[in-house]
């Protein structure tokens, strides 16, 4: 039996470089998690995040 091959060569999008929506989608997220990480740090230790980094 003959191997079939298909007649079109499928569309890909392009890989998008710089700003578009997924990496503003993942930098928004990364940002949030970056938010609450800072929120339980000074919860659990009681001090800001500069003082527990020694900064101030």
């Known amino acids: 039996m ?3 091959k298909p007649n079109v060569t499928p569309k890909l999008p392009q890989p998008k470089l710089g700003f578009n ?3 503003e ?3 928004g997220r990364a940002a949030m ?3 609450i990480i800072t ?3 000074e919860y659990v230790t009681g001090q800001g ?3 527990w980094l020694g900064l101030t």
């Open 2 to 4: 003959a191997e079939l």
């Open 21 to 23: 929506d997924y990496a």
């Open 25 to 27: 989608r993942l930098n």
């Open 33 to 35: 998690v970056g938010f």
């Open 39 to 41: 929120l339980v740090i």
């Open 49 to 51: 995040v500069l003082t």
